[in-house]
C-alpha cells in the first residue's frame, strides 16, 4: 500500500492528468503495459522524481491512473495501526480566514451553507477580548454519538478517529442531538455533486461522495492520514493554526513547524472543549495569549451564509 | 325469562352500528387529512428531509414530539385495562375497550412516525441486521413492538366472548362482517375451560404490561435524557415521562368516553358516575404532572447554571414563553381547578378538560425537542441564517396531521367493528347485580 503509485512521483505541468502508475528509474514503468501502450508521440513530458531528478517521458505513455483502491469498509473501520490522531488548535493564530473551512468543504464536495469546519467568535468572560474559534470534530475517545448510534454507522477506530459509514447511516440524527459540540451536520436534500465525483465508490475514509438522508462531519482526513499526509484544514491554514499528528509519536505539525505535543500542551496551557462532561476530545486548543492578529480582523470574513 | 329481555336490550344497545351521516363525514375527512400527509411524505421521500424545516441544530423537530405524544397516549392502555383490572376497580370495565384501542391505534402511529423521522427509511432493516444493544434507539424498538403485541392481545383475548355474541347476529353485521368475525373468533366456544384459560392469559398479561409499559415510557425519555444537552441532562425525565404520559392518556379516554357516549347513544352505559369517578383520576394524575415538572424546572431554574441559562430563559420569558404557559396553563392547572368541583365533573366540563390536557400535552411535547436543540453549548455562528430557527413546514404539518388523522381513523373504524363496551362483561355484571 505505502509505496504504491501516488507518492513514487509528481507530477509536474499536467496537475489534473493524475499520476503515474507503478514507475520508479529503476525498472521500466512501462514494461507492465506495454501491449496497451500506442507509439511514442514524439512529445515529452518533464517530471519530477521522488529523488528530485528531472526527467523526461513521452507523453503517449502517461496514462491516468485509475483512482487509488479504495480500503475495504473492514480496513477503513480498523483503522491505521499503532497509530493516535491529535490535532492541536492554536487560538492565538487564528484571523478567520477560513481557508481552512473551504479547503475542507472543497475536498469533501460539501454543499453550500454545510461546514465541518465551523469558526464561532468566543468570549470567556464579560472583562475578556473575543477569539475565534475554530471547531472540527472533536474525535472523542468516549464519543457520545457512537454510543447512540443504533447501526454501527458511526464508529471509532484504534486510531483514535471517529468516522461514518453513509451506507449503513440511517439518517435518524440520534448523533446530532447526542454529540455536544454539534459538529455533525446532515444531507437533508439530494447533495449537488458533479457527475465524476458522484461516479467515485464511497469510502468513509474519503466521506465523498456525499449522500442523501445521511449524516457527514470532520473525518480528520482519514484517507489523507493514510498516505501519511495532513489534513487539508491543516495544510490550508497560512497562520498555522492547525497542528496535527501522532499522539504516540509525541509530535504534532502544523506543514512548517513540528512541535512536541506534551511540551506543546504543557507550556501553552493546552485544554479541551468541555472536558467535564467526560468525552475526551482528541482536539487540544492553545489560549488565544500573545494573539498574532486582533479580533476585529477576522470580522470581515464572517459573512453570515444566506441559504 | 326477565332475564333475557334485558339481555337483548342489552346486546341491541352495544352492538356495532353503521356509521350515519356524522360518521361518514367524519371518516371522509379523516382520510383526506391522512390522504394529503401521504401525499407529503412522498414528497420528502422523493427530496429527502430538506422538505421540512429541520436543519443541523433543530435536527428532530414534531415528527419527534409527536412520537413522543404516541408513546404518551398508548400508555393508557395499561392504565385502564390493568392497573384498573389488578387493583379490583370494578367501575371501570366499560372503558377497557376504549382504551386498549386508544392504545394500540397510537402504538402503530408511534413506529410509524419514527419510520417517517428517519432520512434514509429504506435503511430501515440495518436496525435488525446491524442492530447495537447500547443504543436506546434499539431499545425503544424492542418495547415497542413488545408492547404492541401486548396492547394487541390485551384488545383480542377480551374480544373473545363479544365475537360469539356478535356471530349470534348475522342478520345485523353483514356477511362480510359475518366472515370477518367468525375467521379471528369462531374456535371461541364459551366452555368454562376456555374461559378459565382467557382469564389467565388476561391475568398474566395484565401483569407484564405494566412494567412494559413503564419500560416504553422511560426509554423514551432515556432518547433524551442519555444525551449532554441541557435541558435534557435531567434524571427526573423517565419519571417525568410517564405522570405525564398517564395524564394525556386518560385525558384521551375521557374525550373518547364522550364522543362515543353521545355518538352511540350509550348513557346508561357510561354513566355520569364514569365521568366523577374519571375526573377523579384526571385531577390525581394532573397534580402528580404538576408535581414532576416543578421537579423538572424549578430546581435548575433556582440554581441557573450556565449551561441551563438560556434553555430556560427561553422557556419562562424567551421565545416559547407562550407556548410554555399555554402548556402549564392549559394543560394542567386550568384542569385541575375545573376538576377540583364537582360540576366540573359532568360530562360536557369533563370533555373540554380532556381536550385541554391532550392540546396542552402535544404542546408540552414539543417543548421537550425544540428548546434544547436551539440551545446548544457551542454558538450557533457559521451556519446559514435559517438554521437558526425553526418552524415546521406545510409538508411537516400535513405528515403530523396525517398521522393523528390516522390514529383517529384506526380507533374509528375498530369502534365500528367491534363493540366499543365489552358486551359480555355487561351482561355478566348485569346477572351478578340481578343475584
Given amino acids: 500500500m505505502e509505496n504504491n503509485s501516488r507518492r513514487d512521483f509528481l507530477l509536474t505541468g499536467l496537475i489534473t492528468a493524475g499520476l503515474v ?105 464579560e472583562h475578556t477580548a473575543p477569539y475565534w474559534e475554530p471547531t472540527t470534530c472533536m474525535h472523542c475517545d468516549e464519543p457520545p454519538c457512537v454510543k447512540v448510534c443504533p447501526v454501527d454507522a458511526t464508529f471509532k477506530r484504534q486510531d483514535g478517529i471517529v468516522l461514518i459509514d453513509s451506507d ?15 459538529t455533525r451536520v446532515f444531507n437533508w436534500g439530494e447533495p449537488e455533486i458533479a ?68 511540551d506543546l500542551i504543557k507550556d501553552k496551557g493546552g485544554y479541551r472543549l468541555m472536558e467535564d462532561l467526560g468525552t475526551k476530545p482528541s482536539v487540544y486548543y492553545l489560549p488565544p495569549v500573545s494573539r498574532n492578529f486582533p479580533f476585529e480582523s477576522g470580522l470581515e470574513n464572517d459573512k453570515v451564509q444566506n441559504k | ?145 413488545t408492547y404492541f403485541f401486548i396492547s394487541l392481545l390485551l384488545l383480542y383475548y377480551p374480544l373473545l366472548p363479544d365475537i360469539k355474541i356478535l356471530l349470534r347476529y ?20 364459551g366452555t368454562p375451560e376456555q374461559f378459565k384459560l382467557s382469564e389467565k392469559a388476561i391475568n398474566i398479561l395484565c401483569v407484564t404490561i405494566i412494567p412494559v409499559a413503564f419500560t416504553i415510557h422511560t426509554v423514551t425519555s432515556w432518547l433524551f435524557a442519555t444525551t449532554y444537552r441541557p435541558g435534557w441532562d435531567s434524571t427526573n425525565f423517565g419519571a417525568y415521562f410517564i405522570a405525564g404520559a398517564f395524564l394525556v392518556g386518560s385525558g384521551a379516554v375521557v374525550v373518547a368516553m364522550y364522543v362515543f357516549r353521545k355518538a352511540y347513544h350509550l348513557e346508561k352505559y357510561i354513566t355520569e358516575n364514569h365521568f366523577e369517578k374519571m375526573g377523579r383520576v384526571v385531577v390525581l394524575l394532573s397534580l402528580l404532572y404538576l408535581y414532576f415538572n416543578m421537579n423538572e424546572f424549578l430546581t435548575p431554574f433556582f440554581k441557573m447554571k450556565k449551561s441551563e441559562e438560556g434553555y430556560l430563559n427561553g422557556l419562562f420569558s424567551g421565545d416559547f414563553a407562550t407556548v410554555f404557559w399555554f402548556a402549564i396553563l392549559i394543560g394542567m392547572i386550568i384542569p385541575i381547578i375545573i376538576l377540583l368541583f364537582k360540576s366540573g365533573r359532568k360530562p360536557l366540563p369533563m370533555f373540554i378538560v380532556g381536550v385541554m390536557v391532550i392540546v396542552g400535552a402535544w404542546f408540552k411535547r414539543y417543548l421537550i425537542v425544540t428548546p434544547t436543540l436551539l440551545h446548544p453549548f457551542l454558538p450557533m455562528h457559521d451556519a446559514p441564517a435559517s438554521y437558526h430557527h425553526y418552524f415546521p413546514s406545510w409538508e411537516e404539518w400535513a405528515i403530523t396531521m396525517g398521522s393523528l388523522a390516522g390514529a383517529l381513523l384506526i380507533i374509528t373504524i375498530l369502534a365500528r367493528v367491534f363493540p366499543i363496551i365489552p358486551i359480555q362483561e355487561t351482561l355478566t355484571e348485569e346477572h351478578e347485580k340481578a343475584i
Wanted: net charge positive; aromatic share 10%; with cysteine.
Fill in chain 1, 21 to 125: 502508475s507503478g514507475c520508479t528509474p529503476k525498472t521500466d514503468p512501462f514494461e507492465a503495459g506495454a501491449s496497451d501502450i500506442a507509439v511514442p508521440s514524439g512529445k515529452k513530458v518533464k517530471l519530477l522524481s521522488v529523488d528530485g531528478e528531472e526527467i523526461e517521458v513521452d507523453e503517449a505513455f502517461l496514462k491516468p491512473v485509475p483512482h487509488m483502491p479504495p480500503v475495504s469498509n473492514t480496513e477503513a473501520r480498523i483503522g491505521i495501526p499503532g497509530k493516535k490522531f491529535v490535532m492541536v488548535i492554536d487560538l492565538s493564530r487564528c484571523k478567520n480566514l477560513k481557508k481552512c473551512q473551504s479547503a475542507c468543504n472543497h475536498a469533501h464536495e460539501l454543499n453550500p451553507g454545510e461546514n465541518w469546519i465551523k469558526v464561532d467568535p468566543m468570549q470567556d468572560a
Fill in chain 1, 168 to 182: 449503513r447511516c440511517i439518517g435518524c440524527r440520534f448523533c446530532m442531538a447526542a454529540c455536544p459540540y454539534s
Fill in chain 1, 195 to 262: 457527475p465524476a465525483i458522484a461516479a467515485l465508490p464511497y469510502s468513509c475514509e474519503t466521506s465523498v461522495p456525499q449522500k442523501k438522508g445521511t449524516v457527514g462531519k470532520c473525518d480528520f482526513c482519514a484517507d489523507m492520514t493514510r498516505m501519511g499526509e495532513l489534513p487539508h484544514c491543516v495544510s490550508a491554514c497560512p497562520n498555522g493554526v492547525f497542528a496535527f499528528g501522532d499522539l504516540n509519536e509525541d509530535s504534532v505539525s502544523n506543514g512548517a513547524e513540528t512541535f512536541r505535543f506534551s
Fill in chain 2, 1 to 145: 325469562m326477565e332475564n333475557s329481555i334485558i339481555d337483548e336490550k342489552i346486546i341491541n344497545d352495544l352492538l356495532p352500528q353503521k356509521f350515519g351521516k356524522a360518521g361518514k363525514i367524519w371518516v371522509a375527512l379523516l382520510t383526506v387529512v391522512c390522504l394529503i400527509g401521504l401525499f407529503a411524505y412522498y414528497r420528502q421521500i422523493r427530496y429527502g428531509l430538506v422538505v421540512t424545516a429541520m436543519r443541523d441544530y433543530v435536527s428532530w423537530g414534531i415528527y419527534i414530539s409527536n412520537f413522543v405524544f404516541f408513546v404518551a397516549i398508548s400508555l393508557v392502555g395499561s392504565l385502564i385495562t390493568a392497573i384498573f383490572r389488578l387493583a379490583g376497580v370494578k367501575w371501570g370495565s366499560p372503558l377497557t375497550r376504549i382504551a386498549e384501542i386508544i392504545a394500540v391505534a397510537a402504538i402503530i402511529f408511534a413506529s410509524l412516525i419514527i419510520i417517517v423521522d428517519m432520512g434514509s427509511p429504506e435503511r430501515f432493516y440495518n436496525l435488525f441486521t446491524h442492530g447495537r444493544i447500547q443504543s436506546p434507539i434499539i431499545w425503544d424498538v424492542i418495547v415497542i413492538t
Fill in chain 2, 170 to 189: 348475522k342478520e345485523k353485521s353483514g356477511n362480510r362482517m359475518h366472515k370477518f368475525y367468525s375467521y379471528i373468533g369462531s374456535f371461541w366456544k
